[in-house]
Structure formats: structure tokens, C-alpha cells
């Protein structure tokens, strides 16, 4: 049977029930708007933190003008562009349900899931690139004895951020993927129910 079909016959269904369609299609609606208003919060954090990254990564980058540092202030804008180039795709058709229906609403908290999963690959993968990169400078600078003591304090800040964020994207992608399985559950729930209203 083809989505299309399912979730019409859903909809015919549901509606000869119309107080528990209403209370389904509220829980889902309101979930989708708790989502949003937590995406939209996410985004402002995301923008304050970048804020001060860059100008605490060009501080530094002004404060010590070696060719090193330089380096690690181009691997910085790249690796802040890269991420925003991946957040702003990411994130297309995610801000609002593509119809005020139970399917829509399905479709759009799958869709988001999903997004999720890729966010926490696409993480694990800049913050590994980082490390090799961002490693390379730290280990030259420890083996010369270069740097002072605030200098390796930053590259331990990094390297536990590094930690954190690959911890969190694997706890981030494990919840994300169970969504999706709860979410195709649901939906063949609704399909098995929908076939024993049809026979």
C-alpha cells in the first residue's frame, strides 16, 4: 500500500473517531512546535557562540602574529564556514510543517530526525578533521617548547571540546535514530489499524 493510500484511508478512518484523531494530531502539532521553538533557540545560540569564537580566535591570532598562528586563524574561518555552509543546507525545509495534518506532522518530525543523524555525522567528521589539523600545530609547538602556558591551556580547552562534541553527536544520533524508529512504529500501527477497520 503506498503512503498516499495509507494516510488517506488514515484520515477517513480517524475521522470516524473524531476525539482521538483530535488528540493525536494535537500531541504531534504541539511536538512539532516545541521543536520549532527549540530550533529557532538553537540558532541563536549557534550565532552568539560563533560570535565569540571568531573574535577570540583572531584576538589571539592579533596577539601572537607567527605564521602557526596565522594558520590556525585560516583553519578557523574555514572551518567556521563549513560549518554554517552545512547548517543553512541542513536545515532547509525543516521550520514548519508542510501541512497542518497528522501526516504532515509525521513527515516533518522524520524529516527533522533525519536531519539530526546527518548533523551528528557530518560533526564527527569536521571535529576528526580538526583535530588533525588543529594536532598538527599543537604537537610542533609542545616538541619547541613554544607557547605560554596560556597558549596550552586554549589547546586543552580544544582538545576538550573536541572530546565533547564527538561524545555528543554519537548520545545525539543514537536519540535521533530511535525517533525515527518510534516514528515508522507509528506509522505501521496506523496502517495495521487501518486494515482491520477495512476488512
Not at 548520545?171 to 477495512?198: I, M, P
Request: avoid cysteine; hydrophobic fraction near 50%.
Amino acid at each position: 500500500m503506498s503512503p498516499e493510500t495509507t494516510w488517506q484511508t488514515v484520515g477517513a478512518t480517524w475521522r470516524t473517531d473524531e476525539h482521538r484523531a483530535l488528540d493525536v494530531s494535537e500531541r504531534l502539532a504541539q511536538r512539532v512546535h516545541r521543536q520549532s521553538r527549540r530550533l529557532r533557540t538553537i540558532v541563536a545560540i549557534e550565532i552568539a557562540l560563533t560570535i565569540v569564537m571568531l573574535v577570540l580566535s583572531f584576538t589571539i591570532v592579533a596577539r601572537y602574529n607567527a605564521a602557526g598562528t596565522l594558520r590556525v586563524g585560516g583553519m578557523v574561518l574555514l572551518y567556521t564556514a563549513a560549518v554554517w555552509a552545512f547548517a543553512l543546507w541542513n536545515r532547509r525545509g525543516v521550520w514548519r510543517p508542510y501541512g497542518e495534518t497528522t501526516a504532515g506532522f509525521v513527515h516533518l518530525l522524520r524529516v527533522r530526525a533525519e536531519r539530526r543523524i546527518r548533523s551528528a555525522r557530518f560533526t564527527q567528521i569536521v571535529i576528526g578533521l580538526a583535530v588533525i589539523l588543529v594536532g598538527r600545530e599543537v604537537a610542533d609547538a609542545w616538541r619547541a617548547g613554544s607557547g605560554s602556558a596560556w597558549e596550552r591551556g586554549a589547546w586543552i580547552a580544544f582538545a576538550a571540546y573536541a572530546v565533547g562534541m564527538v561524545t555528543w553527536s554519537i548520545w545525539y544520533e543514537r536519540k535521533a535514530r530511535r525517533e525515527v524508529r518510534e516514528l515508522n512504529d507509528f506509522q505501521r500501527q496506523l496502517g495495521a489499524q487501518v486494515g482491520r477497520v477495512a476488512e
